[in-house]
């Protein structure tokens, strides 16, 4: 397939700070600061993030672990749709999946999420996760995540 | 249904020595010092890892995030798998699912790896994620796994 | 894994005729008349649905397609769900993943749905779908399913 | 995201007589005689396969069933895998997950499965599945699905 960053969003976000939005929860994230991952990319519905390959996120072959693609492809995932959520809106993750393509032996990994189809309760993305190797980047693993907007419950 | 830690399994390993074996390979995965993750239990197609919380591993509300918990649940089951494989043999992931049942918000998170069918190249696993908080164990998230036997690709 | 028919359930329903209710639904689903498929089991969170072999239901070796396998363990994880929620709602499926344990070769199929977690708006559901051939049952797929609970929209 | 069908497939195929290699194993599936599914394009790394609306389709709302979705977008995601495999192979299914975005509410159903990752052994595959209301399309569902290529085991 081609190169998801090259589709273009068609979506309005309801929310005109929703990029502050993002960023803000973001920083809420502790995991996010452990990990040394950033947000590089917030568009309506397309949240892009990225990490530097360290020997704190492998596994057991010096690749980046699995768990670590997951980490920053459901952020991707959950921020993509909650760029296009009200302003009084949280979201959380109901489920995601993740197939893994290719070993992720490389120094720099970048998880791309783009929203398949908002709703008002019911979000569905899609995240390509891409590994870069001496300048050469690969498709590495595929994520498709389940959000829901919480409308009172939890405090974004 | 019935607690996952209380099935037996009754599958034997093909090599005496697994416990060392996964304890060798876990001692390998980085990213598990990074977050404080450690074995718990290894058993034929059986694999317990835990994690006790801090800041470093949240999401945006507090709980701990779910790529947290899909990186011990990931590594749960890849050693449940792995357990069961001969001595000359690697695993790798192929791709997981994630269903989070109810907010990982406690003190103490626990993945419990179960073996669901062994194969000579593909093994599915299941994993149950547990949070206790205040002495309650609470189900937050299941899994399930595919991994993949390497025979002589990659070293474990 | 044990058997998942072994398996206690202790949700109670909130609607005393759930079983009468999950008849009349599956009554009006067309393809399970096509197939062949019926309910050999309501309990609350609990619904199993089997069928018989023919050559109508393969898949290109002769065994039964994993869309069959599929369609079953969708409908008896729905009306698992189903089972539990109020009287005035309706059931939708928002995704369900299938892995497939071993070829579904033989003559009977059944899909054990068994409710993992109820929730107002989410349920998850996990069936286990087994064939048996020439008297001997053996676990041929596992399914997880998120089905979420509607109070207005749709006429159940 | 753009239209699936859109995307440019860049993969060669290792059989010159992939496309009749498809069609005599898609004749060998009794399901799709059932359901009355066909093949509507088969490419390398592409396969689509549609369907008309019949009462004998439906779940409980009178919508195409989940499970009538799963498989005619199963088997277009195993023959887009199977299109570029060697003459001598068989393809089986490991694993699929479908994600329902709106109600298959609508006459015609068509699946467009198209290879993401061919490998060896292990190939993904992704899938939209639109459906066809009063002439305008709409996506209603997606999946991704793991297939395994087996060199001698099963005759396809």
Chains 1, 2, 3, 4 share one sequence.
Do not use: W
């Not at 590089?40 to 492998?58: F, K, N, W």
């Not at 302003?87 to 990994?109: Q, R, S």
């Not at 190797?133 to 389940?146: F, I, S, V």
């Amino acid at each position: 397939m081609s190169d998801i960053s090259e589709l273009r969003s068609t979506f309005k976000p309801r929310n005109p700070d929703y990029q502050q939005r993002v960023r803000d929860s973001f920083e809420r994230q502790g995991v996010m600061r452990l990990i040394g991952a950033e947000l590089s990319r917030i568009g309506p519905g397309e949240v892009d993030i990225r990490i530097a390959y360290t020997d704190q996120l492998s596994q057991q072959h010096g690749f980046f672990h699995g768990g670590i693609l997951s980490t920053i492809a459901d952020s991707a995932c959950g921020y993509a749709a909650f760029s296009l959520m009200p302003a009084d809106a949280a979201v959380l993750t109901i489920e995601f999946k993740t197939n893994f393509l290719a070993p992720a032996d490389g120094e720099l990994l970048i998880a791309r999420g783009r929203i398949v189809k908002p709703g008002r309760t019911i979000s569905v993305s899609h995240a390509q996760v891409l590994v870069t190797k001496n300048g050469q980047e690969r498709l590495c693993a595929t994520m498709t995540a389940t959000n829901m907007t919480i409308y009172d419950k939890v405090k974004e």
